[in-house]
């Protein structure tokens, strides 16, 4: 009942959002100026002039911005806003603690997240001690901090980084409770150890790169995933036709090779379909999880369009990487 007052006002939100009819007329359009044509008629209206392309990206990043900000001082549990914007927390601490240790300034890849500003994850990188953040990323600020003592080699920053947003998500969702939100929290942990793996496997990453880089935060046991590390992809795919994830896999399996790309834009659509029962509910988070969702689905939709317009890929090309949108 707590969200009785929020809910209508996302449903009000969820007819600004681009429509199946309107992303068809966009694929099919034949240039840059064309598509921006139809998103005059869109609420991406104001960034569209131009030359709009090239600002584009920073363009829906500042919409986004408005958007988390709204959500959180509206939400009852600001939380579940968070975990969806968690996703630029974290990509927030990888560029400020790599700008920390290499002396560069890099505020400009900072993305709001609507809940901590630059200043504070700066400070808090800088001192790793904040009063703001929860004690939970301070943690990982300090494990980093720590690697960072020992090595030089950057992209340890990412790994753990990745790892401990999977942590905290698994977290933050035990936390709060909901079991139709911390089952989509568990499969999208679930599928991005699969695409680990996979990738760990072709490039014959080492046991110990895999067990720093794999989460023990999923359903499927992290020792079972690294036994198949340093072995041939169709055990790996032969072990994952036995899984929950069996009838999902199998469209991206093919002469048990795993078709990475193809998983990546399949995860995403199975992950949006957790949602689709937020159509029914009237009370609690659901419809704004639903909404939430499917803003990250339009934003990568769009953000292929302008790419693909740009570069000219084909309409098939186009067709096949983009996400599916629900009618909401």
């Not at 840059?32 to 209206?45: A, F, K």
């Not at 401990?164 to 409770?177: H, I, Y």
């Not at 790309?261 to 992950?271: A, C, F, I, T």
Request: charged fraction near 25%; proline fraction near 3%.
């Amino acid at each position: 009942m707590e969200y009785h007052e929020l809910n209508p006002l996302i449903r009000g939100r969820e007819l600004e959002l681009i429509s199946k009819d309107t992303f068809e007329q966009m694929i099919q359009t034949d240039s840059i100026d064309s598509l921006g044509e139809i998103l005059q008629s869109t609420i991406y209206q104001p960034y569209i002039y131009e030359g709009f392309d090239k600002e584009f990206e920073v363009n829906l990043s500042q919409e986004h911005s408005k958007l988390f900000q709204w959500l959180k001082e509206s939400a009852p549990e600001p939380e579940i806003v968070w975990i969806y914007t968690m996703r630029y927390t974290f990509h927030n601490l990888k560029v400020l603690t790599k700008a920390e240790i290499t002396g560069q300034n890099l505020d400009h890849l900072y993305i709001h997240d609507g809940f901590y500003s630059l200043e504070v994850l700066k400070d808090a990188i800088h001192t790793q001690v904040s009063v703001e953040l929860p004690d939970s990323l301070m943690d990982y600020i300090r494990e980093v901090h720590e690697y960072c003592e020992e090595s030089t080699i950057l992209q340890g920053i990412d790994v753990i980084y990745d790892r401990c947003f999977l942590t905290e998500q698994r977290r933050l969702g035990e936390q709060l409770g909901y079991p139709e939100l911390l089952e989509e929290i568990i499969a999208f942990i679930d599928l991005t150890n699969i695409t680990t793996t996979a990738r760990g496997i072709l490039q014959q990453r080492s046991a110990g790169f895999m067990t720093t880089v794999i989460s023990s935060s999923g359903s499927i046991p992290k020792d079972t995933l690294l036994s198949f590390v340093r072995g041939e992809m169709a055990s790996f795919t032969q072990f994952l036709l036995t899984t929950d994830y069996s009838e999902l896999l199998k469209q991206v399996i093919h002469e048990e090779q795993i078709d990475l790309v193809s998983l990546e834009q399949l995860k995403d659509d199975y992950l949006s379909s957790f949602y689709q029962v937020a159509q029914t509910q009237a009370f609690g988070p659901l419809p704004l999880l639903a909404f939430l969702n499917a803003k990250e689905v339009e934003s990568k939709n769009l953000r292929l369009l302008i790419i693909g317009k740009r570069n000219h890929f084909s309409l098939e090309q186009l067709k096949e990487r983009m996400r599916q949108v629900y009618d909401l």
